[in-house]
């Protein structure tokens, strides 16, 4: 037998909204609080996939195969491409694109204000492109100034609790993983991949291809096609995402070279770039230098050298230089 509301009268309640609401919650097959009434149609009739308990503002541009969970809220003139799924108990909001096809799971929040005193109430953007996915509390964040926008490109995946905030700027086929956070103003090159934790300093810049390890601190300009170690040094090219993109055996052979002028030989940063200006012939290697060249407003990360290990020329033979395990930790 179902406990309703009218048995729940008859015991001696008083007949106000306020108590029916609340004994409507009472009941032992419970009852949404708030609904939409039936699931919207489409003009041509057939019902859209949206949960009764969603909130939708009559403002939103929905494709008629969107499917939204429960208890998801879309608050303004929010824009959801075709074939786009979005899980329980997510927030879009906000004059926020959404491309096709992207899977949005629970707890999201996408178009919300962005976190910066700066920050006056003026109209901004948030545009996501297709095909990306966004695990559950992922939260990106819409610009801070009138008319500026937060940008994440297509086939992106963000893990769990990754963070996006105002005016970043993330390429294709970008990976955050679980709990990364990309200050305001942060761009992220295409196929990068940042691993778990790993917190970008805003307005720093990640290269397309940079591989950057969990726990990271990135507070200054990371250069495409390397790999960075929980310090923030730099530890080699990403051979393996080389490979995987396509590269070629010359053009991995020319970013070692350039790896090798610009963190393991003595000399100033500014010269190593103007030489590698001259030699670099392959496609990733001038990207390398356009990224090298480009205005920085962080400047790059340390030359430094791994722990335990010090920079050394050779001159003797005049060969470059190498890293050598120090053995006088004692006397220093």
Request: glycine share 12%.
């Amino acid at each position: 037998m179902r406990l309703g509301p009218k048995i729940l009268l008859g015991l001696g309640f008083p007949e106000t909204d306020a108590v029916i609401t609340l004994l409507r919650l009472a009941t032992i097959h419970f009852r949404p609080l708030v609904r939409t009434g039936k699931r919207r149609r489409t003009k041509d009739g057939s019902r859209m996939p949206i949960h009764p308990t969603a909130i939708i503002d009559p403002r939103a541009d929905i494709a008629t195969d969107v499917e939204i969970g429960p208890y998801t809220i879309v608050d303004g003139p929010v824009r959801i491409g075709a074939g786009s799924i979005i899980g329980p108990h997510c927030h879009l909001l906000g004059s926020t694109v959404i491309g096709p096809r992207c899977r949005i799971h629970a707890s999201c929040v996408i178009g919300d204000f962005p976190q910066d005193r700066a920050f006056t109430g003026s109209e901004s953007f948030c545009r996501i492109g297709s095909d990306n996915i966004f695990r559950e509390h992922v939260t990106i964040h819409r610009g801070t100034k009138e008319g500026t926008e937060t940008v994440v490109g297509d086939r992106c995946m963000f893990l769990a609790s990754a963070h996006v905030a105002h005016n970043c700027v993330v390429g294709n086929d970008v990976t955050l993983v679980n709990g990364s956070m990309l200050g305001g103003y942060v761009t992220v090159g295409d196929r990068a991949v940042l691993s778990g934790n790993v917190g970008v300093h805003q307005f720093c810049r990640i290269g397309e291809l940079a591989m950057v390890g969990g726990l990271t601190y990135i507070r200054q300009d990371a250069p495409p096609f390397f790999m960075y170690d929980e310090s923030g040094y730099c530890a080699g090219i990403n051979a393996v995402g080389l490979r995987r993109a396509g590269c070629t055996p010359e053009e991995r052979a020319e970013l070692k070279v350039a790896y090798r002028r610009l963190y393991r030989t003595v000399g100033t940063w500014t010269d190593a770039v103007s030489e590698l200006a001259l030699t670099m012939q392959h496609p990733a290697g001038r990207r390398l230098i356009e990224f090298l060249q480009a205005p920085s407003k962080r400047g790059f990360l340390s030359r430094g050298v791994p722990r335990g290990q010090t920079l050394e020329a050779d001159e003797p033979t005049g060969t470059p230089p190498i890293l050598k395990l120090r053995t006088d930790f004692d006397a220093a």
